[in-house]
């Protein structure tokens, strides 16, 4: 499935040393054939060019039956330590959710407001899990992106020993020659080109121990129960 998305992977991995990748991938693009009734969905924090996938993909997984609440990072931008980003903020896709979607967006804290990333969304969804007794979720990004936003929430929920089920639910197609902003907002490039970069992160930020060996999240997958 995701063509484009898997011919990089096929591509790019094995010269990056990020073996089992494309099983793992293989294997997380088939968690929205049939639905699984989890508890909540989670939308990762994305550029403007990139969040209309996120927000299509969101609506589309509950007009297929799944009525559960969807969560978007707070950013805090009241924080003194607040830093911006690429992301557009909680208040502005609140809105955009709520008017365009039909969708009422409920808040994560992030817990540092100065450093809004894909693992620090990780943690702040792990944590949030944790405290609110939620088991199940489905994590939604963009193609390119989900790679790297799923093993973030696969290995801190490893990490964190929570119960938490990860599923994940993958954009709709966009165009992938497209010159988009991705990243902090400091990223530039073409759709295609970008998932290149996506697995050099995926490598470099397993070295320091914040993302989990994909032998260890194909472990975890494997292990994943199906919500009731």
């Known amino acids: 499935m995701y063509g484009t998305l898997r011919e990089e992977i096929e591509k790019n991995s094995a010269e990056l040393g990020l073996d089992g990748l494309l099983a793992l991938h293989d294997i997380i693009s088939r968690d929205t ?28 997984i509950r007009e297929r039956g799944l ?37 009422k967006a409920e808040p994560v804290d992030v817990i540092d407001a100065g450093r809004l990333n894909t693992f620090s969304e990780a943690q702040a969804l792990i944590k949030f899990s944790k405290e609110n007794n939620l088991g199940s979720w489905y994590v ?3 193609q390119f992106h989900m790679p790297r936003a799923f093993i973030g929430a696969a290995s801190v929920a490893i990490q964190e020993c929570s119960p938490a089920d990860i599923f994940a639910c993958y954009g709709p197609d966009q165009n992938w020659e497209e010159v988009i902003v991705h990243s902090q907002g400091t990223t530039k490039g073409k759709r295609r080109d970008l998932v290149k970069g996506e697995l050099e992160r995926i490598k470099n930020y397993t070295k320091p121990g914040n993302l989990l060996l994909i032998r260890d999240v194909l472990g975890y997958v494997s292990q994943r129960q199906e919500p009731q």
């Open 33 to 60: 054939d049939s639905l699984r009734r989890v508890q909540g969905i989670y939308l990762f924090s994305e550029t403007e060019d990139n969040q209309e996938a996120v927000f299509t993909a969101a609506k589309d």
């Open 67 to 103: 009525d559960v609440p969807v969560f978007v990072v707070n950013d805090r931008p009241e924080d003194t330590a607040y830093k911006p980003c690429g992301f557009p903020g909680f208040i502005a896709w609140s809105r955009r959710l709520r008017d365009g979607y039909g969708i």
């Open 140 to 142: 939604v990004a963009p």
